[in-house]
């Protein structure tokens, strides 16, 4: 019932920058865990970033730490994930999700989410 909208995505060259937003139609935003996945061609969907309901709280996978965040705006129940010094290895897919179950740490699984989004492709280009 949760439903997701991504956009942001593109095509950006070795070392440059995209910010990803995702919006959810819930009410009760404020109250999930989002995060952020990617699946690249022939791989899995894997974790990049998430992020407690207040924003206090971030966790992200090592390929990405120091290059993207995650943040969220919940007045308008949007989660956004900033891309910075991007690789051609961070070419994939990227989907947001919301966990909406309470848990003491936030989540890195993708069994531990409830809804997604419908994916925005990112490539970057040599």
């Known amino acids: 019932q949760v439903q997701l909208v991504e956009s942001g995505g593109g095509s950006v060259q070795t070392g440059g920058s995209l910010r990803l937003s995702c919006t959810a139609s819930?009410?009760?935003?404020?109250?999930?865990?989002m995060g952020w996945f990617r699946e690249a061609p022939g791989k899995e969907r894997e974790f990049v970033a998430a992020?407690?309901?207040?924003?206090?709280?971030?966790t992200y996978a090592d390929s990405v730490k120091g290059r993207l965040d995650i943040s969220r705006d919940n007045a308008n129940n949007t989660v956004y994930l900033q891309m910075n010094r991007l690789k051609p290895e961070d070419t994939a897919v990227y989907y947001c999700?919301?966990?909406?179950?309470?848990?003491?740490?936030?989540?890195?699984?993708?069994?531990?989410?409830?809804?997604w989004g419908q994916g925005t492709q990112v490539t970057v280009s040599s």
């Open positions: 999700a919301a966990a909406l179950f309470l848990s003491l740490a936030l989540p890195t699984a993708r069994s531990k989410y409830d809804y």
């Open positions: 819930d009410h009760s935003f404020s109250a999930y865990r």
């Open positions: 992020i407690s309901p207040s924003g206090g709280m971030t």
